[in-house]
């Protein structure tokens, strides 16, 4: 996601980017205001992402399974190694993507890049040479898988986007599952009484 959309970001400054390199700006300094419009975002989501691990989504969980057990309050805690980590690796995706989206913009020359960039060049798709099928699809259906193919990085990053999307959904409803169906059992089929005592202390 980080990747299609500092591409595209970059692509569409193409004109400014070629205008910028005419003028005399260099190389490093044209990356360097793409490159904080990728590091400043990822930098404060990363931030504001470790507010929530560290104290929003470990009480939500605690509080879940202190309703069925007597445990303690919980207590948080900070691991600056682990946070440090993650945030590295949130701002090096984004970066190192922005990075790569200019440099392979830059090494075109300023007329170049003042122009607009010619679109890539239609293919035949392996679709086209299943007959029966190709002439039973719409044209609506045919402009699409065209596009599908002929852009073959966007359709990756939907696809990873969306399994990852996915996984995240699944995960969520199996832990909110896992926990209904623990309480059911440990409330109707193991405690059977109607009432407890038990010490304030100790």
Not at 119 to 141: D, Q, T
Not at 168 to 185: F, K, P, Q
Request: some cysteine; proline content about 4%; aromatic content about 10%.
């Amino acid at each position: 996601v980080c990747l299609t959309t500092m591409t595209r970001m970059v692509e569409e400054h193409r004109t400014e980017i070629g205008l910028l390199k005419a003028v005399g700006y260099g190389r490093r300094t044209i990356s360097a205001k793409y490159l904080s419009y990728g590091l400043l975002p990822s930098l404060a989501g990363g931030l504001v992402g470790l507010v929530i691990g560290h104290t929003l989504f470990p009480a939500m969980i605690y509080i879940s399974y202190q309703i069925m057990y007597e445990m303690p309050n919980i207590t948080l805690r900070v691991y600056p190694g682990l946070s440090i980590m993650s945030v590295l690796a949130a701002v090096a995706c984004t970066t190192v993507s922005t990075l790569w989206a200019c440099l392979s913009t830059l090494e075109d020359s300023p007329a170049n890049l003042m122009r607009p960039r010619a679109p890539k060049p239609g293919k035949r798709v392996v679709l086209e040479r299943i007959a029966p099928l190709w002439k039973r699809m719409s044209f609506n259906w045919k402009i699409t898988s065209r596009n599908l193919f002929r852009y073959q990085k966007r359709f990756w990053m939907t696809v990873i986007g969306i399994g990852g999307c996915t996984a995240l959904v699944i995960a969520g409803v199996g832990l909110r599952d896992s926990l209904t169906m623990s309480m059911r059992v440990q409330y109707d089929e193991l405690f059977n009484y109607d009432a407890q005592i038990t010490y304030a202390e100790g």
